[in-house]
């Protein structure tokens, strides 16, 4: 059994992968790490092996426990990979990017892949069929928007994510609301159309956090996995370890 764990800003994931299938997963935050591993391991005694990938600030002290109770690997560009890394700045690819394009060599190999996960920031990341990751793009997401609104004017005010009436905003929280999601959809729907005018057979992939709220909204055609990062770490746990 495998154990991942993929760390957030605020919130960290914990799966657990039997022979490859995701069997249960829980969320907590990261203030409550040691009581949450403690927890897993408990319930699934059965687990041998466990990889981490953090894009927030899991402490060093957090890691070393860990490493007293469990094989652990930290995820870095320096893990064997599964496909050649061709972005400029290799080290400074997030883990949570290589982690999605790990998981779209496994399921999608050999294809042309645009992943887009929809988080905090929404990132683009392309890998074609030579295996080979190219790179992408990164803009905010649709909680910054609402955010950034807010804290950098001075009467905005701060809203719930809310799919907006009508894209003609007949008062201020429906300007907002429409600006903030129909931008993000125009976005989303526009780089997979000029990626599709680019590469041919492209398959798409959304994933991350605003999965749920985007995917039946958008015009083309995807694949929606909300588990897409989980899959791809235990991709490179198995592939580091077998």
């Known amino acids: 059994m495998n154990l991942i764990i993929d760390v957030g800003n605020t919130y960290v994931k914990f799966a657990v992968f039997n022979f490859g299938k995701l069997e249960d997963k829980i969320v907590g935050e990261i203030v409550d790490f040691d009581a949450l591993v403690a927890n897993v391991l408990n319930t699934y005694p059965k687990i041998d092996q466990a990889i981490v990938s953090s894009v927030g600030k899991l402490g060093k002290s957090h890691i070393k426990r860990l490493q007293n109770k469990i094989k652990l690997l930290e995820l870095s ?59 992408g793009a990164i803009s905010p997401g649709i ?63 959304l994933t991350g956090g605003d999965t749920k709220f985007l995917s039946n909204q958008l015009k083309n055609s995807i ?20």
């Open 77 to 135: 560009h320096k893990l064997l990979l599964p496909f050649k890394n061709l972005y400029a700045t290799p080290t400074t690819l997030g883990v949570d990017r290589i982690a999605l394009v790990s998981a779209s060599v496994e399921q999608f190999p050999d294809s042309n892949v645009l992943i887009i996960d929809a988080g905090t920031c929404i990132t683009y990341d392309f890998i074609n069929t030579n295996n080979e990751y190219i790179g």
């Open 143 to 205: 909680r910054l928007r609402y955010r950034a609104l807010n804290d950098l004017t001075a009467n905005l005010p701060l809203l719930e994510t809310q799919v907006p009436e009508d894209i003609l905003g007949n008062s201020t929280q429906n300007a907002i609301h429409s600006g903030v999601v129909f931008g993000v959809l125009k976005e989303i729907d526009g780089v997979i159309e000029d990626y599709i005018n680019k590469y041919s057979g492209l398959t798409v992939i």
């Open 223 to 242: 694949f929606a996995n909300s588990n897409f990062l989980l899959e791809g770490l235990n991709f490179i746990l198995e592939y580091n370890t077998h």
